[in-house]
């Protein structure tokens, strides 16, 4: 296939070299050209505009957050003003309502559009083992499937309207810091009582809670290692307000969700932007007295 990959990040890296690994013609572009160099230098096509890296197959947006995807979109010479044919696949992280209204502007302008955010860090974007979260019209899910092939180890198809993925996905990364949230509030009181994290991470993974998340994050907390940021603090906050967002409007009540976004906030405003987003441990040990 011909896949555009738009957004050369820590996550776009990954992703646009197992598209290139997989046998597919790569076509880039970023904002900032240089993150494309090495990408070009090794086969990749470097594309003038989003518009131009969305004339083949398929074009791949992974981006920051909501005004990168509308900028890249919306914008001149972006993605709406190419020909028609392409599906676009969004693999962001971004607001449900925002995808709604990116699939009635393809639509109009008779491009396909896939939601389809991933669960996985870049070391799992790297190894070409993302979990991927799908939703819109089954004949264009279905013709994702190479892509989902090359980039990740599983499609979950979770409905018709694109915004449902992003749903599950902010959903997901909610569940993750309130994991993160509860481990680190547990291995405080342990730690304060005498248990060493790492013998507590590896009582709590090798019996109640042994899913990636825990590992993950258990020896993540487990050896304070929030640098270099795997997931960017500023980046889980986001999310947070995401969730926070849709949970107003749906008027679901998650008062967990208000714990996590204060201790983000406390970690942020006294050890800097550049943590992991499970750097909120920070926050928890702080007021714990360690």
Not at 63 to 79: M, S
Not at 197 to 221: D, K, Q
């Amino acid at each position: 296939m011909d896949i555009g990959v738009i957004g050369l990040g820590q996550m776009g890296n990954g992703i646009a070299r197992n598209i290139a690994k997989a046998g597919h013609r790569l076509t880039v572009w970023n904002r900032d050209p240089a993150k494309a160099d090495a990408l070009v230098a090794e086969g990749a096509i470097r594309a003038a505009s989003p518009a131009e890296a969305a004339r083949g197959d398929l074009v791949v947006t992974i981006l920051a957050n909501d005004a990168a995807v509308e900028a890249v979109t919306f914008g001149e010479a972006g993605i709406l003003s190419a020909a028609p044919g392409a599906i676009h696949v969004s693999m962001s992280t971004i607001a449900p309502a925002l995808v709604a209204r990116l699939a009635d502007a393809h639509r109009a302008a008779g491009l396909r559009f896939v939601s389809a955010p991933v669960f996985g860090r870049p070391d799992v974007a790297a190894a070409g083992a993302l979990n991927i979260v799908a939703a819109g019209d089954a004949d264009a899910i279905a013709a994702c499937q190479p892509l989902f092939d090359a980039v990740g180890q599983r499609a979950f198809p979770v409905g018709p309207r694109p915004e449902q993925a992003n749903i599950v996905k902010i959903s997901g990364n909610f569940m993750i810091l309130a994991a993160v949230e509860s481990f680190a509030e547990a291995m405080a009181l342990g730690e304060k009582n005498g248990i060493a994290p790492a013998a507590f991470v590896e009582v709590m993974t090798e019996t109640l809670f042994g899913g990636r998340s825990h590992r993950v994050y258990g020896e993540i907390l487990a050896e304070q290692r929030f640098r270099p940021a795997g997931f960017p603090a500023p980046l889980g906050l986001k999310d947070m307000n995401l969730v926070a967002a849709l949970a107003n409007e749906s008027r679901v009540p998650m008062p967990l969700l208000g714990v996590i976004r204060d201790h983000l906030l406390s970690a942020m405003a006294r050890e800097g932007e550049d943590l992991d987003w499970s750097g909120l441990a920070l926050a928890v040990r702080a007021d714990a007295g360690l």
